[in-house]
């Protein structure tokens, strides 16, 4: 795909930063590795490059885990839509985000509607899967 048609078309850059972190080596690379693949495949959605750093291994990296394995991999890419980046941040937990083109974005209101949707059902799912949810204080 043409990088710079698609910019003109409207589609937004950015750089994923995601990190795995495993007990073992292989485990770390295999995952972080699989998980880039699958992105690849996602529809509406460039990758540009990956650079993958090195594996690093990580001492006391949770409680009761006293060593581990990190990875790491930066990712340029294009999405259709603000709507669609959302949904990649959400499917594949990036670290950090940089937004690199274009230097102005404008929604519409259907497309805003569809990231709060997307947004409130995952905190349902959170909450069904009883790792959190939204707490209703009186």
């Known amino acids: 795909m043409d990088e710079k048609k698609l910019l003109k078309e409207g589609w ?4 994923f930063r995601i990190e795995v972190l495993a007990t073992s080596a292989q485990a770390a690379k295999s995952a972080l590795e699989k998980h880039v693949e699958k992105l690849e495949k996602e529809k509406d959605a460039f990758l540009v490059k990956k650079d ?26 294009l999405a ?9 941040v959400i499917s594949y937990g990036p670290s ?3 937004l690199l083109e274009p230097e102005k974005l404008e929604i519409k209101l259907p497309e805003a509607q569809a990231i709060l949707n997307s947004l409130a059902e995952l905190i349902h799912r959170f909450a069904a899967a009883g790792l959190g949810g939204i707490l209703i204080s009186a």
């Open 12 to 15: 937004i850059k950015a750089l």
């Open 52 to 77: 993958f750093g090195e594996l690093r291994e990580v001492e006391n990296p949770l409680p009761r885990i006293r060593k581990g394995w990190s990875y790491i991999v930066e990712l340029e890419l």
């Open 96 to 98: 950090s985000i940089e």
């Open 80 to 88: 259709r839509s603000f709507e669609k980046l959302i949904s990649l």
